[in-house]
T-cell receptor, first 115, second 116 residues
Framework: AQSVTQLGSHVSVSEGALVLLRCNYS??????LFWYVQYPNQGLQLLLK??????LVKGINGFEAEFKKSETSFHLTKPSAHMSDAAEYFC?????????????FGTGTSLTVIP | GAVVSQHPSRVICKSGTSVKIECRSL??????MFWYRQFPKQSLMLMAT?????????EQGVEKDKFLINHASLTLSTLTVTSAHPEDSSFYIC????????????FGSGTRLTVV
């Protein structure tokens, strides 16, 4: 079975401050991990993904995430928040070993950037 | 990159009517597409997996007779909400797997369904 837990449904940061969105996963098979961003009334846009290569993954818009197997974590970070980063962020887990290849999404974290 | 077009983006319908939502892969062929439902302030829940040329696989608790899925071609999957009720109001999102990319899944822009 696979699942993800996103700690903190709401995170607020000041513009220019560090962004840290937490994601912990549970998986009985080697996981693939993803971060998606969703703007209001829009679909999901892939920020980055971990697929068993480098543990530190760099994505779009200055975001990066580090896969830590020992901590079963895949936290998303950005050194300096921008107003345009305000959105909903979803962590997801999947695995090529799953039949169906479906994603399991976390409950999401709403990021607010304070000017 | 892979593009998935979802239409319509918003639809309002009367209770008891049916609504069709289309999901198209524009620049790649998708043998498998997925339909998700998202309630306000909540995560995405997989409803069903749509397989080209065969019946869709529905997740537990999803009424297959209410949410009809057709994947008649390699670039088009449709979700029809039949006899819609206000509780069907939600945000529906499709995704398609692009086999050209390593584990490439692309999501549509979503459809906001409101049943009045």
């Amino acid at each position: 079975a696979q699942s993800v837990t996103q700690l903190g449904s709401h995170v607020s940061v000041s513009e220019g401050a560090l962004v840290l969105l937490r994601c912990n996963y549970s998986s009985s098979v080697p996981p693939y991990l993803f971060w998606y961003v969703q703007y209001p009334n829009q679909g999901l846009q892939l920020l980055l993904k971990y697929t068993s290569a480098a543990t530190l993954v760099k994505g779009i818009n200055g975001f990066e995430a580090e896969f830590k197997k020992s901590e079963t974590s895949f936290h998303l970070t950005k050194p300096s928040a921008h107003m345009s980063d305000a959105a909903e962020y979803f962590c997801a887990v999947s695995s090529p070993m799953n039949t169906g290849n479906q994603f399991y999404f976390g409950t999401g974290t709403s990021l607010t950037v304070i000017p | 990159g892979a593009v998935v077009s979802q239409h319509p983006s918003r639809v309002i319908c009367k209770s008891g009517t049916s609504v069709k939502i289309e999901c198209r892969s524009l620049d790649f062929q998708a043998t498998t597409m997925f339909w998700y439902r998202q309630f306000p302030k909540q995560s995405l829940m997989l409803m069903a997996t749509s397989n080209e040329g065969s019946k869709a696989t529905y997740e537990q608790g999803v009424e297959k007779d209410k949410f009809l899925i057709n994947h008649a071609s390699l670039t088009l999957s449709t979700l029809t909400v039949t006899s819609a009720h206000p509780e069907d109001s939600s945000f529906y999102i499709c995704s398609a797997r692009d086999l050209r990319a390593a584990y490439g899944y692309t999501f549509g822009s979503g459809t906001r369904l409101t049943v009045v």
